[in-house]
C-alpha cells in the first residue's frame, strides 16, 4: 500500500513563528501536493510539485514556501504563521506510471493552530 | 476554467435506504473524475474514479458512482447505507493536461440508525 507520512498531526504556534511541515511518501511518486483544507471550502491547492527541485505554485500560495530536495519528500513551510493560517494541511502524492490517470494519495493531515 | 460544485452540505438518510451524493463538474476537455471520503480528523480516502469507458464505476465499500456528460454530473451512489458511511465525501476533478485536482466544497453524509 502506498503510505503518505506527515510527520506532525497537531501542531499549536505563536504568530510570527516560522512553521515546517513535513511529508514524506514511500511509492517512488514523481507529483507531490500540499493542499488546505477550511470546512466549507474544501481543499485548496498551494503548492505542488512534480519533480525534484521543481515546484509550481498552486491557488493560494501567499504566505507559504515548498521544498523538495529528495524525490520522496516535501516540506511546505510558513515563513511568520499568522491566525489565518490556522488550517488543516494535507499532503498529497501521485505517480505518473499510470499514464496520467492515477489518483492522489493523501496522508493524515497536519492540524496546526497559530495563536 | 476547471472547477466542481457539490449543492448539498449535508446529507441525511436512514440505515439501509439508498443515498445519492451529488457532483457537477465544469472542465475544458475530457475529465477524469474521482470520489474521496474523509472521517473526522483523518486524511482523505479514494474510493473511486472515472476515467473512459463505461459510465457506472463501482468502487470501494459497495460505492458507485454515474458519470453524466451531457449534464456533467458524477453522483455518487450506494444501495444500502450504513451508518459507518457517516463522513465527509469529496468530488474531484483534472484533465490529462493539467497535474491540478479541483475539489469540491464537500458533503457531510450523517446516516442515522
Known amino acids: 500500500d502506498v503510505k503518505v507520512t506527515q510527520s506532525s498531526r497537531y501542531l499549536v504556534k505563536r504568530t510570527g513563528e516560522k512553521v515546517f511541515l513535513e511529508c514524506v511518501q514511500d511509492?517512488?511518486?514523481?507529483?507531490m501536493f500540499w493542499y488546505r483544507q477550511d470546512p466549507g471550502l474544501g481543499l485548496r491547492l498551494i503548492y505542488f510539485?512534480?519533480?525534484?527541485?521543481?515546484?509550481e505554485k498552486g491557488d493560494i500560495p501567499e504566505g507559504y514556501s515548498v521544498s523538495r530536495e529528495k524525490k520522496e519528500r516535501f516540506s511546505l513551510i510558513l515563513e511568520s504563521a499568522s491566525t489565518n493560517q490556522t488550517s488543516m494541511y494535507l499532503c498529497?502524492?501521485?505517480?505518473?506510471?499510470?499514464?496520467?490517470?492515477?489518483?492522489?494519495?493523501f496522508g493524515e493531515g497536519s492540524r496546526l493552530t497559530v495563536l | 476554467a476547471q472547477s466542481v460544485a457539490q449543492p448539498e452540505d449535508q446529507v441525511n438518510v436512514a440505515e439501509g435506504n439508498p443515498l445519492t451524493v451529488k457532483c457537477t463538474y465544469s472542465?475544458?476537455?475530457?475529465?477524469?473524475l474521482f470520489w474521496y471520503v474523509q472521517y473526522p480528523n483523518r486524511g482523505l480516502q479514494f474510493l473511486l474514479k472515472?476515467?473512459?469507458?463505461?459510465?457506472l464505476v463501482k468502487g470501494s465499500y459497495g460505492f458507485e458512482a454515474e458519470f453524466n456528460k451531457s449534464q456533467t454530473s458524477f453522483h455518487l451512489k450506494k444501495p444500502s447505507a450504513l451508518v459507518s458511511d457517516s463522513a465527509l465525501y469529496f468530488c474531484?476533478?483534472?484533465?490529462?493536461?493539467?497535474?491540478?485536482?479541483?475539489f469540491g466544497s464537500g458533503t457531510k453524509l450523517n446516516v442515522k440508525p
Open positions: 498529497a502524492s501521485r505517480g505518473t506510471g499510470t499514464g496520467g490517470t492515477g489518483e492522489l494519495f
Open positions: 511509492m517512488d511518486h514523481e507529483n
Open positions: 510539485s512534480y519533480d525534484v527541485k521543481m515546484k
Open positions: 472542465v475544458s476537455g475530457n475529465p477524469y
Open positions: 472515472y476515467i473512459t469507458g463505461d459510465n
Open positions: 474531484a476533478v483534472r484533465t490529462y493536461n493539467f497535474n491540478k485536482f479541483y
